[in-house]
Nanobody
Framework: QLQLVESGGGLVQAGGSLRLSCAAS????????MGWFRQAPGKDLEFVAV?????????SYGDSVKGRFTISRDNAKNTVYLQMNSLKSEDTAVYYC???????????????WGQGTQVTVSS
């Protein structure tokens, strides 16, 4: 089972950028799908982005972040990233990194989760 640790969250003004990182421990990282989810206060967990493990990785994004967020991974560093640009106040949430054995957008199919990192966007 992978251990996941997120970093890079913080306070940023609307229109600004942040890059989240998720460091994974374990040799299985390069064969695992990696995803980002977020949870705003009082709201359900929301899918943000996913990246496959294979070369020429496939990616998918939630509708609310398409064109603004980019997910990437560095298998040599066991790390997945989420570059967030043009941030809006509605992006304020706790962001979670997660891992799944197959390519999926369904949170129920992810079996390893990080502790989360807070992102706050001030308007």
């Amino acid at each position: 089972q992978l251990q996941l640790v997120e970093s890079g969250g913080g306070l940023v003004q609307a229109g600004g950028s942040l890059r989240l990182s998720c460091a994974a421990s374990g040799r299985a990282f390069s064969s695992r799908t990696m995803g980002w989810f977020r949870q705003a206060p009082g709201k359900d967990l929301e899918f943000v982005a996913v990246i496959s493990w294979w070369a020429g990785a496939s990616t998918s994004y939630g509708d609310s972040v398409k064109g603004r967020f980019t997910i990437s991974r560095d298998n040599a560093k066991n790390t997945v990233y989420l570059q967030m640009n043009s941030l809006k106040s509605e992006d304020t949430a706790v962001y979670y990194c997660a891992s799944a054995p197959k390519y999926t957008l369904r949170q129920s199919e992810y079996d390893a989760w990080g502790q989360g990192t807070q992102v706050t966007v001030s308007s």
